[in-house]
C-alpha cells in the first residue's frame, strides 16, 4: 500500500523526470472516473495511481469525498491504472491514452471477493496482494517470500489437484517422511506445510484431504511460519486455496478431461445474480475418477455453492462444500533392496493388500461478514465448521527383508471422526503517526478440535519371493485385528480448545521503507481420553494409559514476526525477516504415548523482490535459515520427536520474452540435518526423510503463430529434483530424477482444447521416500480437456 499523498508538485516534477521527452502541456486531455462498490455506492478516498508503462513515471490522487478522481494532464502513453481501498482488493487495469478525454468508471470487489491481478498473460506482478497476508498489501512491500499460482497456469498444464499445481512453486516437495499416499501431504523448505482453505486450516496434515482444483482461482504460498497470522502455524509454511467468488454477470462453464489409466473428469460452474438486489451466487461441481497407475483407484465427487449479499455495508458470504473422496493408499511402493528401491520388477510391481482403502467425506460451511465501517476501520467476522468421516485400511510403514522373503506385514484398520470449529474477528485500522502510515490487523481466534480415532492391526502373511510379488491375502475375512501397543491399536477421544489474540502492523515508514511487525498469543488445552484398555501402553514411567483417565496439557506459546522492504529504485526491493512460529502436535497419529509438546520453529529469511520492463521480468529471491524443536514424526507407526535446522536459497523467475513467449522457473538449493534425535542418537547430523537437497522446476509457452490459425499454444516444462533418503540413518535413498511434460492447446471464442503428455522419456522416478519404500511416479501418460464457457465475461 501507499502512503498518504505527497505535495502534487513534487509528483508532477517526478513525472516529468520520468517520461523525458514526453511534455506537460495544457492541451493535454484530462482521465476521470468514478469508483464504485458491488452495489453500485461509491467508494471515498480511494488511492489511485497512474504508472507510465514506459519509463515507470508515476501520478496519483484520490476519489475524495465524492467518489470521483482525476487527472488534470495525462501524456499520451500506456498506463496501468492502480486502485487501493480500505476494506476492497486491490484492483489494476492496463490503459492506452490518446489525445481524447477519457472517462474510466471502476468497480472494486470486497477484500474477500477481490480477484488475482494478472497484468501480462500468465505472470505475477508484485503489485498484486494476496489473501494469505491478511492486510491487503502488495507483495512488494512485504518482508515475506510471497508466492501466487494462477488458475490461467494450473489451466495451462492441465492440471487437476493441487499437488500438480504446486511445483510451480519453489522449495515445495510432495510426500514427507511418513505419508500414506491417500491425501496431500507437503514439505516447504524441508519443514511440514499445512494446507488453509480460504484461510481457515483444512484438516490433518498426515491423514489428510487430498484437493482438488474445484472452484480454486489461485493457490498462494507464504514459505515460513506465518506466526502471528495462523494459529498453530507450521514452522515450513502455509498453502493457501483461494476460491472464484460470485459475479453478478450471468456466466457459465464446464471442462471435461480425459486420460490415461481410465481417467474421466468433469467439471462446471454457473454464477449471477438473484432476483434479490446485491445478492449473487456461484455453484462449483466435480466428478472425477481414475482406475489409476498401479491400480491405485481414486474418485473425487464435489459440489460448492457460494452465495455473496452486498447489502447496507456489509458484504455476506455463505460457502457450502461437501465432498466424497475415495483413494487407494501404497505406503510401501517399491520396496528397497539395500540402498534404493528394487529397480530389477515392474513399476506395477505392488507390496501393498489389494484391500486398502482411504475414503473420506467431508461437510463444511462457512460464513463470513465484512464490514467497511469507515474509511479507517474494516471489521471481519468469520465461521466455519467442518466434518470429516474417515475411513482408512493400510498396510504399516514397515516390514523387513530376509533374503528373498518380506515378513513384517501389517495391515491397519481405522476409523476416524473429526469436528472441527473456527470463529475469527478481525480488524483492519489504517492511522497516521505524524507522516507514518499504519495498517494494522487485530484478531481474535476461539477454535475447537476433536477427533474420535479407533484403530486395530492385523498382522499379514509374508511375501515370499519379493523379485516375483504375490500378495498372499485373498480377503481380510480371516485376518485378526487387535489393539495393543505392539499393534499401535487404541480408541481415543482426542479434544482440543484454542483461543489467540494477535496483532500485525504493516508500517510505511516512507515511500521506500516498509516494516511488518506482528504477535499473536495462544492458549490452547489439549486433552486426550481413552475409551478402551490396550496392554503395553503406557503415558510416562508406570502410568498406563487406560480410561477412566484423562490426560491433558495446557499451553500458551507466543509466536511473533519482524521485518522490513526498502525499496532501492524502480521496483528492486531487498527485504529482511525473522519469524517464530509454534505448531500444536494435534493428530492422531502422535497420541500412542498420550499428548504432546507442541513444536517450535525459528527461521530468519533474506532476499530480493524485482519487478522490471511493466512486469515482463518478475524475480523473487531469498536466503534461509530455519530451526524447528520437537518435530512430530513416524518411524514405521512409532511417534518419535527431534530437532532438524535447514539453511540454502531459492528463486521464482517469470519471463515475458516476447508477446507470445512465457517462461515461469523456481529452483531451491537447500541443507537440512537432524540436530538432535532422542530416539537414535546417531541420526544426529543426517538428512531428515524425504527432504532433497536441490529442486528445480520449468514451465514455458509460446503462442504459435501460423497462417490463417490463431489460438495455437504450445507449452512444455520440466521438473528437477535431488535424492530422498528414506530412513533417518541416510543408509535408503530413492534417486534424484528428471521429467519432461508438453502441452499443445488450441484456444477459439470462449472454449479450449488441449492435447498433453506427462513423463516424455518415460523415466522411472519416485515423488517420496520412506522407510518402507518409495512411492513410483507415473509413466508416460497423456490427458485431452476441453473447456468451455458461457454468459458474459467476469
Not at 151 to 167: C, H, V
Not at 341 to 347: D, G, K, L, T
Not at 527 to 552: D, M, N
Not at 716 to 744: C, E, H, Q
Request: net charge neutral; hydrophobic share 35%.
Amino acid at each position: 500500500m501507499f502512503t498518504s499523498f505527497v505535495k502534487k508538485i513534487a509528483f508532477l516534477f517526478l513525472f516529468a523526470l520520468s517520461c523525458g521527452a514526453h511534455q506537460v502541456v495544457a492541451q493535454e486531455p484530462a482521465l476521470t472516473g468514478q469508483i464504485i462498490d458491488p452495489s453500485g455506492a461509491v467508494v471515498v478516498n480511494a488511492n489511485v495511481t497512474l504508472s507510465n508503462s514506459q519509463t515507470q513515471g508515476i501520478l496519483r490522487t484520490s476519489s475524495g469525498s465524492t467518489g470521483v478522481y482525476s487527472f488534470t494532464t495525462v501524456p499520451p502513453a500506456t498506463y496501468t491504472v492502480t486502485i487501493t481501498a480500505t476494506g476492497f482488493g486491490l484492483r489494476q487495469i492496463p490503459l492506452t491514452v490518446t489525445n481524447q478525454p477519457r472517462t474510466l468508471d471502476i468497480k472494486l470487489q470486497l477484500e474477500s471477493a477481490s480477484q488475482s491481478v494478472t497484468v501480462q498473460g500468465e505472470g505475477v506482478a508484485l503489485q498484486q496482494t494476496a489473501a494469505v497476508g491478511k492486510t491487503n498489501t502488495r507483495l512488494e512491500e512485504m518482508p515475506l517470500s510471497i508466492q501466487i499460482i494462477g488458475r490461467e497456469l494450473a489451466n495451462a498444464q492441465g492440471d487437476l489437484s493441487l499437488k500438480d499445481t504446486i511445483r510451480n512453486s519453489s522449495g515445495v516437495v510432495q510426500g514427507g517422511s511418513d505419508g500414506f499416499g491417500f491425501g496431500d501431504r507437503f514439505q516447504i523448505r524441508g519443514l511440514e506445510a499445512r494446507i488453509y482453505n480460504d484461510g481457515f486450516s483444512d484438516g490433518d496434515e498426515r491423514n489428510g484431504i487430498p484437493h482438488s482444483l474445484n472452484g480454486v482461482e489461485r493457490i498462494e504460498v507464504l514459505e515460513g511460519p506465518g506466526s502471528s497470522l495462523f494459529g498453530s502455524g507450521p514452522p515450513g509454511g502455509t498453502i493457501n486455496m483461494v476460491h472464484f467468488m460470485p459475479s453478478p454477470a450471468l456466466h457459465y462453464g464446464g471442462t471435461f478431461q480425459a486420460g490415461s489409466f481410465d481417467l474421466y473428469s468433469g467439471s462446471a460452474f454457473l454464477t449471477g445474480a438473484t432476483r434479490i438486489h446485491g445478492l449473487n451466487y456461484r455453484i462449483d461441481g466435480l466428478a472425477q475418477h481414475e482406475n489409476g497407475f498401479r491400480a491405485l483407484e481414486s474418485a473425487d465427487y464435489e459440489l460448492r455453492p457460494v452465495l455473496s449479499w452486498n447489502v447496507g455495508h456489509h458484504f455476506l458470504t455463505f460457502v457450502g462444500d461437501g465432498r466424497s473422496l475415495q483413494a487407494t493408499p501404497d505406503p510401501a511402493g517399491l520396496i528397497y533392496l539395500g540402498a534404493t528401491p528394487i529397480a530389477s520388477v515392474s513399476r506395477t510391481a505392488k507390496y501393498s493388500t489389494p484391500f486398502s482403502l482411504g475414503d473420506q467425506s467431508l461437510a463444511r460451511s462457512t460464513l463470513s461478514d465484512v464490514w467497511p465501517v469507515s474509511s479507517s476501520l474494516t471489521v471481519t467476522n468469520r465461521f466455519s465448521y467442518m466434518y470429516r468421516n474417515l475411513s482408512i485400511l493400510r498396510n504399516g510403514d514397515g516390514g523387513t527383508i530376509t533374503g528373498t522373503v518380506f515378513s513384517g506385514r501389517q495391515l491397519r484398520k481405522q476409523h476416524d471422526v473429526l469436528n472441527d470449529f473456527d470463529y475469527e474477528a478481525e480488524a483492519v485500522w489504517i492511522f497516521h503517526t505524524g507522516r507514518i502510515r499504519h495498517t494494522l490487523l487485530t484478531g481474535f481466534e476461539a477454535q475447537h478440535q476433536s477427533i474420535d480415532d479407533n484403530r486395530a492391526t492385523a498382522d499379514l502373511p509374508n511375501i515370499t519371493d519379493i523379485f516375483h510379488p504375490v500378495v498372499p491375502e485373498t480377503s481380510t475375512a480371516g485376518l485378526v485385528f487387535l489393539q495393543d501397543a505392539k499393534h499401535s491399536g487404541f480408541h481415543d477421544n482426542l479434544s482440543a480448545n484454542y483461543f489467540g489474540l494477535y496483532a500485525t502492523d504493516q508500517i510505511d515508514v516512507t515511500q521506500r521503507l516498509k516494516v511488518r511487525v506482528g504477535g499473536r498469543q495462544d492458549w490452547w488445552d489439549t486433552t486426550l481420553t481413552p475409551k478402551v484398555f490396550v496392554p503395553g501402553r503406557i503415558f510416562t514411567g508406570t502410568t498406563l494409559i487406560e480410561p477412566p483417565a484423562q490426560f491433558s496439557r495446557d499451553d500458551s506459546p507466543f509466536s511473533w514476526n519482524a521485518g522490513a522492504t526498502y525499496r532501492l529504485f524502480g521496483n528492486v526491493s531487498p527485504f529482511f525477516g525473522v519469524a517464530r512460529s509454534n505448531l500444536v502436535n494435534f493428530t492422531s497419529e502422535a497420541t500412542q504415548n498420550g499428548v504432546q509438546a507442541p513444536e517450535n520453529g525459528l527461521q530468519y529469511e533474506a532476499g530480493l523482490k524485482l519487478s522490471a520492463f511493466n512486469n515482463r521480468v518478475v524475480v523473487t529471491g531469498a536466503a534461509f535459515d530455519v530451526k524447528r524443536n520437537n518435530v512430530f514424526t513416524l518411524v514405521g507407526d512409532v511417534p518419535v520427536f527431534n530437532d532438524q535446522k535447514t539453511n540454502g536459497g531459492e528463486a521464482n523467475v517469470q519471463l515475458l520474452i516476447t508477446r507470445r513467449w512465457k517462461i515461469s522457473a523456481n529452483g531451491t538449493g537447500q541443507h537440512t540435518w537432524l540436530t538432535d534425535n532422542p530416539s537414535n542418537t546417531a541420526a544426529t547430523g543426517k538428512r531428515p526423510v524425504g527432504v532433497p537437497q536441490h529442486i528445480f522446476n520449468l514451465w514455458t509457452t509460446y503462442d504459435v503463430k501460423l497462417p490463417r490459425i490463431h489460438g495455437l499454444n504450445l507449452g512444455g516444462g520440466l521438473t528437477n529434483r535431488d535424492r530422498m533418503f528414506g530412513d533417518i540413518l541416510n543408509t535408503k535413498f530413492v534417486p534424484d530424477y528428471t521429467t519432461l511434460d508438453s502441452v499443445l492447446s488450441y484456444t477459439a471464442h470462449r472454449w479450449n482444447a488441449s492435447l498433453g503428455f506427462r513423463n516424455l522419456t518415460d523415466t522411472r522416478y519416485f515423488v517420496a521416500a520412506n522407510g518402507a519404500g518409495g512411492f513410483v511416479g507415473v509413466p508416460r501418460s497423456f490427458f485431452v480437456t476441453v473447456r468451455k464457457s458461457f454468459g458474459s465475461d467476469r
